[in-house]
């Protein structure tokens, strides 16, 4: 595609099941970025994929996140017994870095919201 | 370790009169920078970046910013205010190491332009 594609827009899920997010990145991108940006706060670092691997995942909060990217395109963010805390809006983005160049662009989906009742 | 502090949370301005949004950031190490526009819905859209060289950058829509490493700043500004201008703006890092893919985002100003 175009852009970078999150499914689903909207996710409202019950406190304590399971949610899966998926991300698409830019085709030909192997950089992937997910944050969380909670209301009125700017996006927060989650983890960032080059290839299938994950290169630094410093920021998912606890183990009960989760991302996984077999393939080295599509991403799944996955997060286990979910908690009012955790409802935010969870961005995705896709980056070209040929070799390690710094301040390449990332370019950002629409986004995720997810809800947690 | 690194973070992005963006002064005013929100700012209110006349279309026709200058934009300024203010963002200073605390790195160790020479700093990348990025402005951000989010517009209501949307995803986070990419205004203008510093990596190295000139430190004035300009970027899309008629905005501009100017690397001040003395001050740590990173000052978003555009001339005239238009309607469309309306929108939420972030101040980000990238500031190297091994986590080279990692920005710190500022908190974000909200940008309103009044008729």
């Not at chain 1, 670092?45 to 080295?72: C, H, K, M």
């Not at chain 1, 980056?95 to 629409?110: I, L, V, Y």
């Not at chain 2, 980000?92 to 920005?103: D, H, R």
Request: proline share 5%; net charge neutral; charged share 15%.
């Amino acid at each position: 595609g175009a852009g970078v594609s999150q499914t689903p827009s909207n996710k409202v899920t019950e406190k304590g099941k399971y949610v899966e997010l998926r991300c698409d990145p830019i085709s030909g991108h192997t950089a992937l970025y997910w944050y969380r940006q909670s209301l009125g706060q700017g996006p927060e670092f989650l983890i960032y994929f080059q290839g299938t691997g994950a290169a630094d995942d410093s920021g998912l909060p606890n183990d009960r996140f989760f991302a996984v990217r077999p393939e080295g395109s599509v991403s799944t963010l996955k997060i286990q017994r979910t908690e009012r805390g955790d409802s935010a809006v969870y961005l995705c983005a896709s980056s070209s870095e040929p070799g390690r160049s710094w301040g390449t662009e990332a370019f950002f989906g629409q986004g995720t919201r997810l809800t947690v009742v | 370790a690194q973070s992005v502090t963006q002064l005013g949370s929100h700012v209110s301005v006349s279309e026709g009169a200058l934009v300024l949004l203010r963002c200073n950031y605390s790195s160790s190490v020479p700093p990348y920078l990025f402005w951000y526009v989010q517009y209501p819905n949307q995803g986070l859209q990419l205004l203008l970046k510093y990596t190295t060289g000139a430190t004035l950058v300009k970027g899309i829509n008629g905005f501009e910013a100017e690397f001040k490493k003395s001050e740590t700043s990173f000052h978003l500004t555009k001339p005239s205010a238009h309607m469309s201008d309306a929108a939420e703006y972030f101040c980000a890092v990238n500031a190297g190491g091994t986590s080279y893919g990692k920005l710190t985002f500022g908190q974000g100003t909200i940008l309103t332009v009044h008729p």
